[in-house]
């Protein structure tokens, strides 16, 4: 059966409940002045007042955490957390532990949110307690020098609403954009927040862990405006993040064949771990040129150069037909469920 409707709806807040937040969002940064004004007023804003904004400082060396103080002083809700450059992985499980609300929103320093997204995700966690992380869709921005342009089409980066589709898709993809993410406190704390091992893709790990003990959705409103930049950690370090996608697929697979996870405390992910559980160094240099070559496409797209986007979509389809063919097939499905009306689904519908 569908989710329960849900009542985005607020009042304004007593100054007792604003002590107490219900939504605690973390925030690591790293040298990221030149967006974090506009991230924090995007939270500020947001129509849902139970918050609390814990900007974690990882060492920056610009005037990032001067403008945090700023905004903190005319906002008591913006705390800004201090503690050296612990690197982005600690800084999440450190926000963990202060946090003081039920749920955790993630949110980057670069992106910004839409004034109702805490509003419609808290309300969606009430409406179905069987539901431990929420996502949305995002508005994909993209922001040059001369001016900030909205990338098209948007529909091929959106992902699957309903937890049986997110599973379905995840041994493939990354079904759930991080910074959208809202999770039960709780839930995450279990589960023993995100794992160091996993310098890149800590998310996709998190999300593979956490679908075998709660179940995952995604609204289908647009709920952040997404910044696509070269300096995305992903896209700097495309073999590491292989390699650690690699892994988290791995460790998924072990533990449904019911074995010991192999990421145990002070592994380190690199070509040399990962071939001692099995991948080939020819199939990770396949695999590296592959998502290269995917990558150089979405830039393209991105962008607006459709003639070179098509070109790099056609090189695409030419090596890997099915992977394509896959691909399009269920970002049309996810499309036609968005705009037809169907919201998430629990498990069990």
């Given at each position: 059966?569908?989710?329960?409707?849900?009542?985005?709806?607020?009042?304004?807040?007593?100054?007792?409940?604003?002590?107490?937040?219900?939504?605690?969002?973390?925030?690591?940064?790293?040298?990221?002045?030149?967006?974090?004004?506009?991230?924090?007023?995007?939270?500020?804003?947001?129509?849902?007042?139970?918050?609390?904004?814990?900007?974690?400082?990882?060492?920056?060396?610009?005037?990032?955490?001067?403008?945090?103080?700023?905004?903190?002083?005319?906002?008591?809700?913006?705390?800004?957390?201090?503690?050296?450059?612990?690197?982005?992985?600690?800084?999440?499980?450190?926000?963990?532990?202060?946090?003081?609300?039920?749920?955790?929103?993630?949110?980057?320093?670069?992106?910004?949110?839409?004034?109702?997204?805490?509003?419609?995700?808290?309300?969606?966690?009430?409406?179905?307690?069987?539901?431990?992380?929420?996502?949305?869709?995002?508005?994909?921005?993209?922001?040059?020098?001369?001016?900030?342009?909205?990338?098209?089409?948007?529909?091929?980066?959106?992902?699957?609403?309903?937890?049986?589709?997110?599973?379905?898709?995840?041994?493939?993809?990354?079904?759930?954009?991080?910074?959208?993410?809202?999770?039960?406190?709780?839930?995450?704390?279990?589960?023993?927040?995100?794992?160091?091992?996993?310098?890149?893709?800590?998310?996709?790990?998190?999300?593979?862990?956490?679908?075998?003990r709660t179940q995952l959705a995604n609204l289908p409103d647009r709920v952040l405006q997404y910044r696509f930049h070269v300096e995305q950690a992903t896209q700097k370090n495309v073999e590491q993040a292989y390699f650690c996608t690699?892994?988290?697929?791995?460790?998924?697979?072990?533990?449904?064949?019911?074995?010991?996870?192999?990421?145990?405390?002070?592994?380190?992910?690199?070509?040399?771990?990962?071939?001692?559980?099995?991948?080939?160094?020819?199939?990770?240099?396949?695999?590296?040129?592959?998502?290269?070559?995917?990558?150089?496409?979405?830039?393209?797209?991105?962008?607006?150069?459709?003639?070179?986007?098509?070109?790099?979509?056609?090189?695409?389809?030419?090596?890997?037909?099915?992977?394509?063919?896959?691909?399009?097939?269920?970002?049309?499905?996810?499309?036609?469920?968005?705009?037809?009306?169907?919201?998430?689904?629990?498990?069990?519908?």
């Open positions: 059966m569908p989710t329960a409707p849900v009542d985005t709806t607020t009042s304004p807040p007593k100054s007792a409940e604003l002590e107490t937040p219900r939504v605690s969002v973390v925030m690591p940064f790293r040298n990221a002045g030149k967006f974090l004004a506009e991230a924090l007023a995007s939270l500020t804003a947001q129509t849902y007042p139970r918050l609390e904004i814990l900007a974690i400082d990882d060492g920056s060396d610009d005037d990032g955490p001067a403008i945090v103080s700023a905004a903190a002083a005319r906002d008591p809700r913006i705390v800004l957390v201090r503690e050296g450059r612990r690197g982005f992985v600690p800084s999440l499980n450190r926000g963990i532990e202060l946090a003081r609300g039920e749920f955790i929103a993630r949110m980057d320093a670069d992106d910004i949110c839409m004034p109702d997204r805490f509003a419609k995700q808290v309300a969606f966690l009430d409406a179905n307690p069987s539901v431990g992380v929420v996502g949305g869709q995002i508005v994909p921005i993209i922001e040059s020098a001369e001016a900030r342009r909205v990338a098209r089409p948007q529909w091929w980066l959106e992902t699957p609403l309903a937890h049986d589709d997110i599973v379905r898709s995840l041994p493939t993809r990354n079904s759930i954009y991080h910074p959208t993410a809202m999770l039960r406190r709780d839930v995450v704390v279990a589960a023993k927040g995100y794992r160091p091992a996993f310098v890149v893709v800590q998310d996709y790990d998190l999300w593979l862990r956490l679908a075998e690699w892994a988290a697929r791995h460790a998924a697979r072990e533990r449904r064949a019911g074995r010991a996870d192999p990421i145990i405390e002070g592994i380190a992910i690199d070509r040399a771990q990962v071939s001692s559980w099995g991948l080939s160094g020819d199939e990770a240099d396949d695999q590296i040129s592959w998502i290269r070559a995917t990558q150089r496409a979405r830039t393209h797209l991105l962008a607006g150069r459709r003639v070179r986007a098509l070109g790099a979509i056609i090189g695409l389809f030419l090596r890997r037909p099915a992977t394509v063919l896959r691909r399009v097939g269920l970002a049309v499905r996810t499309r036609a469920r968005r705009h037809g009306g169907a919201g998430p689904r629990t498990a069990s519908a």
